[in-house]
């Protein structure tokens, strides 16, 4: 029972470096995303997708590129990274995701740590 | 700006008291969801809640939605250590907003 799977679990990067995230689902959802979880803010959307195909912003996309060739991987780039872009990070999928289908549950990876220096 | 603003952020209890955190906002929400995160770990659903002033129960836990489906609120009764947590809610607008968090920590 893989789930959802992230890596790496932990990184240090320095200031103007880039990097990929990397995300895997092995449930056939159609519905994945990533979001970054600063304290005291909850978790915060940067991009989703609601299928192979289609990707589209969330509140915080700045610094943050995203793919959706496949149904089971959901890469995140930063291109450029920032000490702004200290955080967690986790993926989620679900069967649906979007106004008024909502109500399946997200399933999340155990996060990538991640700290630009 | 958040979406949804969790009440209080941080609070800690002991054992057997009972507890109540709120999820509050002034947009409307096809439907919300409650999860907990434990350390290390992706948040993990604990339920949904689709009906404006609708109640579920998940053994001690509590959940309502607002009749106006703008706002949610978790209940604990008589509160375990295994209850620690963060405990965040999740609106279903045109995309998911997750709240603040609220951070548990109950002490034996």
């Known amino acids: 029972n893989a789930g959802v799977t992230q890596t790496p679990k932990f990184q240090v990067l320095k200031t103007g470096q880039s990097m990929t995230l990397q995300c895997a689902q092995d449930?056939?959802?159609?519905?994945m995303s990533w979001y970054r979880q600063d304290p005291g803010m909850g978790l915060r959307l940067i991009h989703y997708s609601v299928g192979a195909g289609i990707t589209d912003q969330g509140e915080v996309p700045n610094g943050y590129n995203v793919s959706r060739s496949t149904t089971e991987d959901f890469p995140l780039r930063l291109l450029s990274a920032a000490p702004s872009q200290t955080s967690v990070y986790f993926c989620?999928?679900?069967?649906?995701?979007?106004?008024?289908?909502?109500?399946?549950?997200?399933?999340f990876g155990d996060g990538t740590r991640l700290s630009i220096l | 700006t958040q979406l949804l603003e969790q009440s209080p952020q941080f609070l800690s209890i002991q054992e057997g008291e009972n507890l109540t955190v709120y999820c509050n906002s002034s947009?409307?929400?096809?439907?919300l969801q409650w999860y907990r995160q434990e350390p290390g770990e992706g948040p993990v659903l604990l339920v949904t809640?689709?009906?404006?002033?609708e109640v579920k129960k998940l053994k001690r836990l509590t959940f309502q939605f607002g009749d106006a489906r703008k706002d949610s609120s978790l209940h604990i009764t008589a509160a375990q250590p295994g209850d620690t947590g963060l405990y965040l809610c999740a609106g279903d607008g045109n995309q998911f907003y997750f709240g603040t968090g609220t951070s548990l920590t109950v002490i034996p």
């Open positions: 989620a999928s679900s069967i649906a995701g979007g106004y008024g289908v909502g109500n399946q549950p997200q399933h």
């Open positions: 809640v689709v009906t404006g002033g």
């Open positions: 449930m056939n959802h159609e519905y």
């Open positions: 947009s409307v929400f096809s439907s």
